[in-house]
């Protein structure tokens, strides 16, 4: 059987995916993760340093957590952006935001994570949560990222990680296998969730982000792995401090 998507899907192909499953994506995601994906969101917020007063950005945001927490992180002195290509998403995102009357102002763009709508040195502190391994293009993304952050100021890049330990390897590959992918078909999405299995294959490793990240400019590059090494957060830095 021919698998549900390319190796290497296109960026049209990942937007029309995402299109399709936001009805379903925050429950999904909190099945999966068995609710820990908050915990991990969390972290990369701390990570970013978003502070009150701070103007935060979201890339790749799906619908809103991360944004909401940066929402939160600012204050009612601060403001935050969070921008995806996926119109259903953000739609679902600004949603949440109405219902959830959050002092800082949130606004919703629709736009390319590779070629981002925003002029350079705007950001305090910014966040990405599962988008970097849907970038068609990853280093151009990570120098985007670069461009629009403030000197001295951080982003936390929330992400799978591939671990290094064979036995990680087995449990990861078996969570994906045996936990994602049923789950997936009972919704009715076998199709658009085959991709995540080759997405994290072909993912780079969390040395090797530091690397990317380096390459595209940022002075400072830390990858923590996080729960048991399934998860990761790339923290990066321009100029000053990490």
């Known amino acids: 059987m021919a698998p549900a998507q390319p190796l290497s899907p296109s960026a049209t192909d990942i937007q029309s995916l995402f299109d399709r499953i936001a009805p379903v994506y925050d429950s999904l995601n909190e099945r999966l993760s068995f609710g820990l994906h908050r915990v991990w969101k969390r972290m990369a917020v701390r990570w970013s340093e978003a502070s009150p007063g701070h103007t935060g950005l979201d890339v790749c945001c799906g619908s809103g957590d991360l944004a909401l927490m940066l929402a939160q992180a600012v204050g009612a002195t601060g403001t935050v952006y969070g921008l995806d290509f996926s119109a259903e998403l953000l739609a679902v995102a600004a949603e949440r935001d109405r219902r959830a009357h959050l002092p800082a102002p949130l606004h919703w763009v629709q736009g390319d994570a590779l070629a981002l709508p925003f002029e350079a040195d705007t950001f305090d502190a910014a966040t990405m949560g599962y988008g970097l391994r849907n ?76 690397v990317l990240a380096r390459q595209a400019g940022f002075e400072q590059a830390v990858h923590y792995p996080i729960a048991g090494g399934l998860m990761g957060v790339l923290v990066v830095g321009r100029h000053g401090r990490l």
């Open 135 to 210: 970038l068609t293009d990853i280093p151009q993304g990570l120098a985007e990222l670069r461009r629009v952050l403030k000197p001295g100021a951080r982003a936390a890049i929330l992400d799978f990680h591939r671990p290094q330990g064979a036995l990680a390897q087995q449990f990861q590959r078996w969570y994906l296998d045996t936990l994602v992918v049923p789950a997936a078909e009972q919704m009715g999405l076998t199709e658009e969730y085959a991709y995540i299995g080759p997405s994290v294959d072909r993912f780079p490793t969390g040395p090797e982000q530091v």
